[in-house]
DNA sequence: TCCATTACTTATCATTTGATAACGAAATAA
DNA sequence: TTATTTCGTTATCAAATGATAAGTAATGGA
């Protein structure tokens, strides 16, 4: 088994990943919602709540910049703050309705596109698929240990 | 086997793979190149010769904006164009010696962190990564047909 | 020949993103 | 109490990126 073979083989793969998933949100119909912020509403969606720092942490941007973006988007009333009861300088932040409901179609759009990839499939092809997927997510993706 | 599940797991598994490939590339050495001209210097790499259009269209850029950056990359002498004999408006861009040298470098850089990545794994580990690389490949991020 | 199309360039402008300094309020440690 | 640290904010500036209009040159077809 060459190790160098399989890096030029993961360096494809990645390409192909990033190839799809731009395929698969690209023009997700979200009026006048940056990349960056998107990136963070996906962020918060599946991690809410969360704080600032661990956003600023996350999202590789400086802990201003992510402040100004939420700011932007507190005041289009998609996301809002509460302050921690024990720790009155942390802040956590949700979604409002209106940001679940947005992320909420963005991702059946995203999902519809998603079935119309693996439409083809057989059941045995979707049971390998998601064996493959475990497999990488636990032996090269998986976040440290 | 459910749909939804799937894709769930597609969502967080995609996650994972942008995660990795940012902390794999994150800080390679290359003086002063912005992430667009990476992305372009990487495709160059990979396809070359290439012309303005194709990486236009596979970077999802617009002509301008490509013809932009590419004229950066050639007045640092990263890349360079040839005119086509046949049809004389097309141009072929190529990485220079100093161009396929830096990439070379950042691409050591990259497969050093994999190798690290990946170091604990089997030899058994290393065979199932790789068909499931394959399997996802084939069944799902291949390109069109 | 004239016209339409293709491939690419130049120029310009708006927006997004990144970086940094300076500040405030709350917690914590001395 | 007085530091010091942590978490977050505001403000400002520079750089990167995106969008669009206009232009050149080559090709190919009528």
Redesign the interface.
């Known amino acids: 088994?060459d190790?160098?073979e399989?890096?030029d083989?993961?360096?494809?793969?990645?390409a192909?990943?990033?190839?799809?998933?731009?395929e698969l949100t690209?023009d997700v119909k979200i009026d006048n919602i940056t990349p960056v912020q998107y990136k963070i509403l996906e962020h918060i969606k599946v991690s809410q709540p969360v704080t600032p720092t661990e956003i600023s942490d996350c999202q590789?941007m400086s802990l201003p910049n992510t402040s100004r973006e939420l700011r932007k988007l507190q005041e289009r009333k998609l996301v809002e703050k509460m302050i921690d009861t024990e720790d009155r300088r942390k802040h956590y932040v949700c979604l409002t309705a209106d940001g679940e409901k947005m992320m909420k179609e963005a991702f059946a759009c995203?999902?519809e596109r998603?079935?119309q990839?693996?439409q083809h499939?057989s059941?045995k092809?979707?049971?390998?698929?998601?064996?493959?997927?475990n497999?990488?997510?636990k032996?090269?993706?998986?976040?440290k240990l």
Chains 1, 2 share one sequence.
């Not at 192909?16 to 731009?22: G, K, N, P």
């Not at 032996?139 to 976040?143: A, E, G, S, Y």
């Open positions: 088994m190790k160098k399989l890096f083989q993961f360096v494809a793969f990645t192909a990943v990033h190839q799809v998933t731009h690209q590789h995203i999902e998603f079935q990839l693996i499939a059941k092809d979707l049971e390998d698929i998601q064996d493959a997927l497999i990488l997510n032996k090269v993706f998986q976040p």
